[in-house]
């Protein structure tokens, strides 16, 4: 096409880029926007929705970059590229991963919770009449691959019970979905790519959550989930090969799900699960203890029974996941969950070249045969470098810890912005300062440098981690607590949060430099007697004022009402 302009004039050209289901498709769009006032319209319209999208949360704090990363890209990158997109130029994919996804959710929940619903219902149909589902699968066809990976099984119950907590919609419980059919594994099959069949057998969400919980409760000889061909890192598809092998992260992932699930089998009144989760949950428990080797938790057994993750291994001799999970689950021995991560902090923080790295000494020449991801180069990817996916959980452990100090630091250091932030850290990092990144290379002469950005999970997390972690936005039904855990020389910061046709702005104040404790919770000017605000659909703006101090002790505070009720 051709245009001509005259000195002085102006025009205004469409041109429209996209993709539809069919020609016919394509002609309806052209027409629908071919104007200049009808394209200028979608656009517009366009970035409203993004904007209402955008802002149920905005955060204002003392580090812009914290904010920068929490108040737009973070969602805008996880729902884009992960959820809609697909693809990215590290993997041209397009096909759905069953733990990937439903990870990626749970950050929409506040802004955007239909996204999230949706997205559990497509998941739970991938699931086949034995238990176990697909490791993805391609959206068009519904072909895929059938696998013998653990955790697979444990995501979709952990991601709706965070859902029905915030959302209050207990009713996608009993959603009915079709179960899958296809030919299970042979014994020398680790996996199979095919077309299943959509079986004539359905199940309600409910039932497709115990169905898999079911299948993820097998276990070793050492009393832990079977790691099969893969848990979390896929690389270590042959610890478990021949079916012996044994998960500890996963052993306390799945302790962390058997207690949700417990409490919703008793709101639904299915009593005898409950127990029977309880009590897997606390036979687990001691199993893992077991796993404790002198200074952190090890990773894995092979099928052999040699360890992984041990200070014995000369390779692989402390994972960072194990320890990270240890804490967020709450179900370790307190003394050992700081120990494992001191040990974290001496052996995987790397200040120096701004890392935290997934495990180390990564494999390499060692006699130990993990599986594929021995074939990265040491301190790439999965093979001992920057995962950042698992160094966010490290970061989430310290601040279940009460460490804010080093919560608020792993969050910086992680950050893309601050990558970026100099010309030599610029020509280090390589890669684009404003999305989250997969991995960072931890090895000479490429230490530093950002691996694989936007097609990652770790955009999600990482949006979770500065919210939910850090300023301690606590969501549950129709009740918000802020619980924070922040650095020290954060003496104040903001959150505006839009839900429904109300407005909660609320600032916390810090005049201690504590990095964590609530002391007192104003909500429109009235004293709380709890640190929990109700909300309300009202249409109104509603102020809350939060100042963190420590608190005073329960025997303390008896103490000065005896004292005051003498006086």
């Not at 200028?40 to 580090?63: C, F, G, M, Q, Y």
């Not at 119950?157 to 915030?166: E, G, K, Q, R």
């Amino acid at each position: 096409m051709s245009v001509t302009i005259e000195p002085g004039e102006t025009r205004e050209i469409v041109m429209l880029l996209g993709a539809a289901e069919g020609e016919d498709a394509v002609r309806e769009i052209i027409a629908r926007n071919r104007t200049s006032s009808k394209a200028n319209h979608a656009v517009d319209a366009n970035i409203h929705a993004w904007d209402e999208r955008l802002r149920a949360v905005k955060v204002k704090t003392p580090s812009r970059t914290f904010d920068l990363m929490l108040n737009r890209w973070s969602l805008y990158q996880a729902l884009s590229c992960r959820m809609w997109a697909r693809t990215a130029l590290y993997q041209s994919s397009g096909a759905f991963g069953f733990r990937d996804q439903l990870q990626d959710v749970m950050a929409f929940v506040y802004a955007d919770a239909a996204v999230a619903r949706e997205h559990v219902i497509r998941a739970a149909s991938r699931q086949f009449v034995e238990g176990d589902v697909q490791h993805w699968w391609h959206p068009q066809t519904g072909r895929g691959v059938r696998t013998r990976f653990s955790d697979d099984l444990v995501w979709l119950p952990y991601v709706i019970d965070h859902y029905i907590n915030v959302s209050c919609d207990r009713g996608v419980f009993d959603v009915e979905v079709p179960y899958l059919t296809m030919r299970q594994l042979n014994p020398d099959e680790h996996e199979v790519y095919e077309m299943p069949k959509v079986s004539t057998e359905t199940g309600t969400i409910y039932d497709h959550c115990v169905r898999a919980l079911r299948r993820a409760c097998t276990v070793g000889v050492h009393g832990l989930p079977l790691i099969g061909s893969g848990d979390w890192n896929d690389g270590m598809n042959r610890v478990g090969h021949e079916g012996r092998g044994e998960s500890v992260w996963l052993g306390w992932f799945l302790t962390v799900v058997l207690k949700q699930w417990a409490a919703i089998c008793d709101e639904r009144r299915d009593t005898d699960r409950a127990l029977h989760y309880r009590s897997e949950a606390r036979w687990l428990t001691g199993m893992l203890e077991l796993s404790w080797d002198g200074n952190w938790y090890r990773r894995a057994y092979f099928d052999d029974g040699t360890p992984l993750g041990s200070a014995r291994n000369e390779e692989c001799r402390i994972d960072s996941i194990a320890q990270s999970w240890s804490v967020i689950s709450g179900a370790s021995d307190p003394y050992r969950m700081g120990r494992a991560m001191a040990a974290v902090e001496e052996y995987l923080i790397r200040r120096g070249d701004g890392l935290v790295i997934l495990f180390t000494p990564p494999f390499d020449k060692g006699t130990l045969n993990p599986g594929y991801i021995k074939g990265y180069v040491p301190g790439v990817r999965e093979n001992g470098g920057q995962y950042t996916h698992a160094a966010i959980w490290t970061l989430i452990a310290y601040a279940l810890l009460g460490d804010g100090e080093r919560a608020g630091e792993l969050f910086a250091l992680l950050n893309p912005v601050n990558h970026s932030s100099t010309r030599a850290g610029l020509h280090k990092y390589k890669v684009e300062p404003y999305a989250a990144v997969g991995d960072v290379y931890a090895v000479p002469p490429h230490t530093g440098r950002g691996g694989w950005t936007w097609y990652t999970g770790s955009a999600g997390w990482m949006y979770r981690a500065g919210l939910e972690s850090i300023l301690g936005f606590k969501l549950e039904k129709n009740r918000l607590q802020i619980d924070p855990c922040v650095p020290r020389w954060w003496r104040e910061f903001e959150i505006t949060y839009r839900r429904g046709r109300g407005v909660y702005r609320i600032k916390v104040e810090n005049p201690l430099g504590v990095s964590r404790g609530v002391i007192t919770v104003e909500l429109d000017g009235a004293a709380q007697s709890s640190p929990v605000i109700d909300l309300t659909d009202e249409e109104k703006t509603h102020i809350v004022r939060i100042m963190m101090g420590e608190p005073v002790p329960k025997e303390e505070k008896e103490l000065a009402t005896d004292i005051r009720g003498q006086s």
